[in-house]
T-cell receptor
Framework: DAKTTQPTSMDCAEGRAANLPCNHS???????VYWYRQIHSQGPQYIIH???NNETNEMASLIITEDRKSSTLILPHATLRDTAVYYC????????????FGSGTRLLVRP | SAVISQKPSRDICQRGTSLTIQCQVD?????MFWYRQQPGQSLTLIAT?????????ESGFVIDKFPISRPNLTFSTLTVSNMSPEDSSIYLC???????????FGDGTRLSIL
């Protein structure tokens, strides 16, 4: 599986957009980029995933660069409840669809 | 997404004992996985639970310590055997339907060993 690199921590003001970057420079052509988050004392929550096109759902937007070597998760209007650890994971069929978690980014949303 | 129930949600156990954790899904799923999350750490994959055959373990995890069963497409168990304080962790089950569909997680079992 391609490894990912994320900043250890970030913060943003409530109501503002949170932009969480992820580097996956060794990603292969059939690997998807997945984003999960883990709020304290809960299991990881799926947010969004994509292959090469930008994706948007009710929770977030995923922007993948044209060369697919990096991506950004965007929470358009962060709330205090978005404070969590965010994981960027690359996964594909060659890995038997396993999710290998890195250290993630700890996002703190400030009032 | 599937509804995943883990039992027990938490437990406190004596060292040297074993505990079996159950993971029940409300619909059939292709894939089931077990993870461990040690205090303050990220998740580590223990094994893939294969229906009708032996689980596939990741490096550093062995069947004698973490036996896994998966009798059907909606249920799996993980046993933590001969527990020591180092086994104090959250153990999580996740499920997926294969291809590039996302996996979903239960809320985990918080295990403390005295």
């Amino acid at each position: 599986d391609a490894k990912t690199t994320q900043p250890t921590s970030m913060d943003c003001a409530e109501g503002r957009a949170a932009n969480l970057p992820c580097n996956h420079s060794t990603i292969s052509g059939n690997e998807y980029v997945y984003w999960y988050r883990q709020i304290h004392s809960q299991g990881p929550q799926y947010i969004i995933h994509g292959l090469k096109n930008n994706e948007t759902n009710e929770m977030a937007s995923l922007i993948i660069t044209e060369d697919r070597k990096s991506s950004t998760l965007i929470l358009p209007h962060a709330t205090l409840r978005d404070t969590a650890v965010y994981y960027c994971i690359v996964r594909g069929p060659d890995s038997s669809y396993k999710l290998i978690f890195g250290s993630g980014t700890r996002l703190l949303v400030r009032p | 997404s599937a509804v995943i129930s883990q039992k027990p949600s938490r437990d406190i156990c004596q060292r040297g004992t074993s505990l079996t954790i159950q993971c029940q899904v409300d619909s059939q799923v292709t894939m089931m996985f077990w993870y461990r999350q040690q205090p303050g750490q990220s998740l580590t994959l223990i094994a893939t639970a294969n229906q009708g055959s032996e689980a596939t373990y990741e490096s550093g995890f062995v069947i004698d310590k973490f036996p896994i069963s998966r009798p059907n497409l909606t249920f799996s168990t993980l046993t933590v055997s001969n527990m020591s304080p180092e086994d104090s962790s959250i153990y999580l089950c996740s499920v997926g339907r294969g291809s590039n569909q996302p996996q979903h997680f239960g809320d985990g079992t918080r295990l403390s060993i005295l």
